[in-house]
């Protein structure tokens, strides 16, 4: 049982689904999950030295954590209630449309 | 024995939770993922982390139990039962190299550093900081949503 393994499938499912989902939601569970790999290694290895350090990392890890969640959350509040859907694809065709409107 | 159960559940947890369609269901497979590596980390004897992960994710898990379904677009299919089985099956072969291979090397030196004078002691200082920061972005996202709710004036 390797827990390094672990947190690398954990950062490459992390990164596939932050390059294919365009849903914002799904992009925010992305970054968790990419966050939780992170802290996961830091506790597994230092918990297998015995030190109490890794799970003060975790401590810091998880308010840096907490406050990319917040901003993401702040943006998927505003681009919803601006462009009425959180699909990334859908938002990029709206503004180019709302560029080019303003061009004419 | 209970390491590799809970590894295996940790994976195919994650793989449901980015590929299930319905928003709902999605953060019900997140919400095992958090509970999964909490059970890692008491398995391990890192009961701090496990406690601080629980109540993290149970926070988080809130704000988007409320704004998932809110704010995510309605899924114009349901996921159908063969898919779910296929993610489930995937997570179970996506855990077997963390079960069966290994690139660790020696463990290092074993230190006996506490929990409480790792963080007190050892970065104090980074604990602070960190508020700081935290306070920081909390204000910026407060202005934010301030500006956009007055138009920018």
């Known amino acids: 049982m390797d827990f390094v ?3 690398l499938v954990m950062l490459t499912i992390g990164i596939y689904g932050l390059l294919t989902n365009r849903q914002l939601l799904k ?28 799970q003060a990392f975790l401590i810091l ?13 702040a943006l998927l509040v505003i681009v919803t209630k601006k462009y009425g859907t959180s699909n990334i694809n859908e938002i990029l065709k709206m503004q180019e449309k709302r560029e080019s409107e303003a061009e004419q | 024995m209970i390491l590799e ?11 449901l939770a980015l590929f299930l369609d319905e928003a709902v269901y999605s953060v019900a497979a997140l919400a095992g993922t958090f509970l999964f590596t909490a059970l890692l980390y008491v398995v391990n004897g890192a009961v701090y982390a496990a406690i601080f992960q629980f109540a ?20 114009t299919k349901k996921t159908s039962p063969k898919k779910t089985v296929a993610l489930i099956g995937a997570g179970v072969v996506l855990s077997l190299p963390a079960i069966f291979l290994s690139v660790s090397g020696s463990t290092g030196v074993y230190s006996d550093t506490s929990f409480g004078n790792a963080l007190w002691n050892l970065s104090g200082v980074d604990v602070i900081l960190q508020a700081l920061v935290i306070l920081t972005v909390a204000l910026g996202i407060a202005i934010i949503l301030y500006e956009r709710r007055n138009g920018g004036k």
């Open chain 1, 61 to 73: 890890a998880f308010s840096t954590d907490t406050a990319v969640s917040g901003v993401v959350l």
């Open chain 2, 56 to 75: 993290v994710g149970v926070g988080t898990l809130a704000i988007l139990f409320l704004s998932g379904e809110m704010l995510s677009d309605k899924p």
């Open chain 1, 27 to 54: 992009v925010f569970i992305s970054i968790e999950l990419i966050a939780t790999a992170a802290t996961l290694n830091f506790v597994m290895l230092a918990s297998s030295t015995g030190q109490g350090l890794g």
């Open chain 2, 5 to 15: 159960v809970l590894s295996i559940g940790l994976i195919v947890s994650a793989c």
């Open chain 1, 5 to 7: 393994i672990l947190s």
